[in-house]
């Protein structure tokens, strides 16, 4: 597949000259992953006007920083401060004279470094350069966000057969966790999420030491990450046989899961995708019982841009991948989320993440 890094450089060029700047300091990891293939934990990209980069990265990558970024970007290994590198860098590029910095991702003890040891430049804040341009996925980013949506399907099917009366949450989190590694997941996108019974109706509830009993809803919302790129999904199952009640509350869940991600397109806004399944869970009674939005982008991160929400004005960009994870969530009781991963293709929305969304019910 051909190398889509010189493509994404270019369009930060471009995006950099609209907004008049001569560079753009790079410091938010993903987005340096995202333009140079670069996947180590420290590293400064500054990125010129004239489609210059340069990689400042330390010792621990000297081998590993060449091999991944290739020709794209001069590779600099500093032995002591990437900033001081980056000052040694700056002083070669007269041409430079007005520097953008991420401001999402910059701590103010590094603002405050632009403003004494890089006094002699002009900083201007920016915002969204590079993540607007991540919004959009190429084939092989789907590719991987698929996959990663495969290993955590085989994930969860190999824990859910284990899964039993007694055991505790934290004990279904590292099945689950195991089962990734397993899998070929290299790593965990987020802090894996296992709530059981009342706990259920928390929706980032953390595993806890609770055990599971007869009759308890089980929610599980979980990530697997391959090549870079992650997926998230979310199940809730019945340790044995369901009642009623949950029978009716996961209907209405698995009913409005189903319409947004059948009816969910690129061009819509944030918040007209939301109301997909918001009106539905309205309809049916449930409105205040779903408070989070309907979902968000993923890709190298686990949460990115596109949002689907409520006070999401922005339209969702074509080829874009989204979550959709409508929820209900009752104190005392217990709560209900299903959530796929969702590629907005030009043929319409394809779902990426295959596990049946039927209720189970666990032996």
Known sequence: MADARPARLAALVAAMQQAHLDALLVTGLPNVRYLTGFAGSSALLLVTHRGEAVLVTDFRYQTQAPEQVGELARVVIEEQSLWAGLWQQLAQLPHVAVVGFESAHLLHRDFQRLLDGGARWTWRPSADLVERLRERKDADEVRRIRDAGAVAVRALERTLAEVRPGLTELTVAGILERALREAGSEGFPFETIVASGERAALPHARAASRELRRGDLLLIDFGAIVEGYCADVTRTVVVGKADDRQRDVYEVVRAANALASAQVRAG????????????????????????????????????????????????????????????????????????????????????????TRELLELP
Not at 282 to 296: T, V
Not at 298 to 323: C, F, N, Q, Y
């Open 268 to 355: 819509q806004s944030g918040r007209d995708a939301d109301a997909l399944a918001r009106d539905y869970i309205d309809g049916r009674g449930f409105g205040d019982a779903f408070g989070h939005s309907l979902g968000h982008g993923i890709g190298l991160e686990v949460h990115e841009a596109p949002r689907l929400a409520r006070s999401a004005e922005a339209t969702l960009p074509p080829d874009s991948v989204v979550t959709i994870e409508p929820g209900i969530y009752l104190p005392g009781w217990g709560g209900v989320r299903i959530e796929d991963d969702v590629h907005l293709s030009p043929d319409g929305p394809a779902v990426l993440t295959h596990f």
